[in-house]
């Protein structure tokens, strides 16, 4: 159902604002310079804007900027910043237009800032269900909106498409893409193709059945939707593309809904008229708990190509079949012509999270390379037909566990990749990570509203160990997609980085999650610059320019998935950078003092607390992380923390939703009492032991 919020207007708001002052309607002949097709597309020559998701259609996340430059950098300093009143974590990539920031900040809220001062034109708040957060894999974030003839188009968490008007914020049209009240989300940022608005959805590590939808960017009106996965077999094929999926997948897959949801890159190609999503895992994560019979289960951890016209799967490139291992297809897609073997090629590139490169023919679909860039335990290579070399040892099973590299959190995510046509290099943050992929949860039972990993929460044993043996590092690469291999490398003392932009300044600007931000010179890596954020970075930054002075802008704040013993929560911020600026940032938190020993006592049995254990692991660990609140003000409480007094309120918080206004949801659908007991009992437990000296706490 649409709703319509207002009528078109006969009076543009900049002609109100300037009759109010007094100055003849006649005046205002000439309204600002809207975001249309034409400007999308010549979106590279506007050097002072970035007027959508990865600047361009290319999503190169290139800037032809140079005031700030290899040489100039020094006197880069902080020009403005604002404080996004949350500590959940920020991911997106701001859209500049003219002297005006958008952005969003977490659950789904967006503002639209003074691009030169940071002062706040305009915020709406689409007052997402808090509820919804239990459905967030990944914490309430957002990656960002897109701008389009005078609207700013936003996903929201609980699955709501908006159109906002981009002069007052207020909404114009509004449409649920989702089942409300289902496991789907949205996360990322819609894109603009042809006058139509395409979004995707997140969820599949719930039961949900992904796919993309373009509306009418005008009205709001489905223009097609078209899903990644066959549905329930009984019922009408869709398309001849599900069809043909359909045979990938056995036993009663549609039940766990399949997964499959394509939640970040979406990637409009106007040449070929072609639009490029990456689609996350099949779900659950385990093949056995999918069906009886290995299959490629198709289109999950795919790269597929649609016609932007009707939706229609063109063609697909599957980057792991039959997936074991939650390695989501779901990084930056770029796109390039580049000259491989003498021949121009038209492009899309991936640094996928399974650890290989991708280069794919863009118009066909047709690998052309596919080459490791991180450790990989799961494949020993690509064979002639473009299919990856599985590791049968690496599938774990209800019969046995093992380790993989890399973990679920992947050889790279979901941050921003740039690509620098002057260096033809794209620059990416790597992490070496193994996972511990335990034997399948004997007590696995599908339910819509839990999450479906099917990973066995009881499990405790040597192939953790063998992962935390393993010591996981982090990096920040620049590769060549031609010659196949790493130009330079940056070995970062954090495991998890952030999203990059190059200029043409022959600079790569990136952060860490502790906090540093840096520039790095594009051709070599030599570190030029840096500055101490005080708060964890994931996100991509941008470049843009107002008048005569180009600006550097990044958002502070690692996200809850973000689990880094080095990552430093604090107040989440925008942050903007020119040459000359001098302004201060508030101190960082302090560190946070030792976990004080519990003055509650809860009897319980070995057995109880394993219990308690695997329930915490399965509905409270996601966000009441042990190792990611190390400083005052961490986003969510670590529990261990507790008062008495808290704890003497336990079950109205947990399952009578008490502080359901601060971001925590009620689990009365999931949770009953003697259970909440159980998790009670095991953080107290687990209280104890980190508030003795000798147990190693994780204060800083
Ligand atoms: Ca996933």
Redo the contacts with the bound molecule.
């Keep these: 159902m649409i709703r319509i919020f207002a009528p078109a207007r006969s009076i543009a708001p900049w002609c109100l604002s300037l009759a109010a002052t007094g100055i003849a309607i006649a005046a205002c002949s000439s309204p600002p310079r809207q975001v249309d097709d034409a400007r999308l597309r010549q979106a590279d020559a506007d050097t002072a804007n970035w007027l959508t998701h990865g600047r361009t259609y290319s999503e190169q996340r290139y800037s032809p900027l140079k005031q700030v430059n290899d040489t100039s950098i020094a006197r880069l300093g902080l020009a403005w910043s604002v404080d996004m009143q949350t500590l959940h974590g920020l991911e997106a990539t701001p859209l500049v237009q003219d002297g005006v920031m958008y952005l969003t900040g977490t659950w789904s809220v967006v503002y639209a800032l003074d691009a030169r001062t940071g002062a706040q034109k305009w915020k709406f708040d689409p007052a997402a269900s808090k509820d919804h957060d239990k459905f967030m ?1 990944c914490g309430v974030v957002n990656r960002g909106v897109a701008l389009y003839r005078g609207r700013v188009y936003v996903g929201t968490m609980d699955g709501r498409l908006i159109a906002l008007d981009e002069q007052t914020g207020k909404p114009v049209w509004s449409v649920q893409t989702t089942p409300a009240d289902s496991a789907y989300s949205i996360t990322g940022a819609p894109r603009i193709a042809g006058g139509k608005v395409i979004i995707g959805n997140a969820g ?2 719930f039961v949900v059945r992904g796919y993309v939808s373009a509306y009418d960017a005008m009205t709001g009106t489905l223009s097609w939707r078209t899903y990644m996965v066959p549905g329930d077999p009984s019922k009408p094929v869709e398309s001849a593309a599900l069809g043909r999926a359909a045979k990938t997948w056995s036993g009663e897959w549609w039940k766990g809904g399949g ?1 499959a ?1 394509p ?1 970040d890159p979406i990637v409009y190609d106007p040449d070929l008229d072609l639009i490029y999503v990456g689609t ?2 099949p ?1 659950p ?1 385990y093949p056995e708990l999918r069906g009886t019979v290995a299959g490629d289960n198709l289109y999950g951890s795919s790269i597929v190509a649609l016609d932007a016209r009707t939706g229609e799967i063109v063609w697909h490139y599957q980057t792991t079949p039959g997936d074991a291992w ?3 297809a ?1 990084q930056p897609i770029i796109l390039a012509n580049l000259t491989i073997g003498g021949t121009a090629r038209r492009v899309l590139m991936q640094a996928n ?1 399974n650890a290989f490169f991708y280069v794919i023919d863009r118009a066909t679909g047709k690998l052309i390379s596919a080459t490791p860039f991180a450790s990989m335990t799961w494949a020993t290579g690509i064979d002639s037909a473009g299919r990856p070399l599985i590791v049968q040892s690496a599938i774990a099973s209800k019969a046995q566990g093992t380790v993989v590299t890399p973990a ?1 959190f992947g050889a790279h995510n979901w941050n921003p990749v740039s690509f620098s046509p002057t260096t033809g290099l794209a620059y990416l943050a790597v992490v070496d990570e193994g996972l511990d992929l335990h034997v399948v949860d004997p007590k696995f039972e599908l339910r819509p509203t839990d999450r479906t990993l099917g990973r066995d929460p009881r499990y405790h044993g040597p192939l953790q160990a063998k992962v935390a043996a393993a010591n996981p590092k982090g990096r920040l690469i620049a590769w060549d997609p031609v010659a196949r291999r790493e130009a330079w490398r940056v070995v970062h003392p954090v495991v998890r980085s952030g999203g990059t932009l190059s200029t043409a300044g022959n600079l790569v600007f990136q952060g860490r999650v502790d906090g540093i931000f840096a520039a790095y010179r594009a051709t070599d890596g030599k570190a030029l610059w840096q500055f101490d954020a005080g708060v964890g970075i994931a996100a991509g930054p941008i470049a843009y320019a107002v008048g005569d002075t180009e600006y550097v802008a990044v958002l502070s704040g690692p996200p809850a998935l973000y689990s880094d013993p080095a990552s430093r929560t604090g107040p989440n911020r925008v942050l903007v950078f020119a040459l000359g600026g001098t302004a201060k940032l508030l101190p960082p938190p302090a560190p946070r003092d030792p976990i004080p020993t519990p003055n509650v006592k809860i009897a319980a049995t070995t057995t109880e607390l394993a219990e308690g254990g695997a329930l915490f692991s399965a509905y409270c660990s996601r966000c009441h992380s042990f190792t990611s609140n190390l400083v005052k003000g961490g986003a969510v409480p670590d529990l261990r923390r507790t008062t008495a007094a808290v704890h003497a309120t336990f079950d109205s918080i947990v399952l009578g939703g008490a502080r359901r206004a601060l971001g925590m949801p009620s689990f009365a659908k999931d949770l009953n009492a003697a259970q909440v007991r159980l998790i009670q009992a095991y953080v107290v437990d687990e209280a104890q032991r980190a508030s003795k000296p000798t147990s190693g706490s994780t204060s800083r």
């Design positions: 894999c599949s590590e997964g949801s939640w996350a895992n779900s994560w939650d390695f989501d779901t999270k679920n």
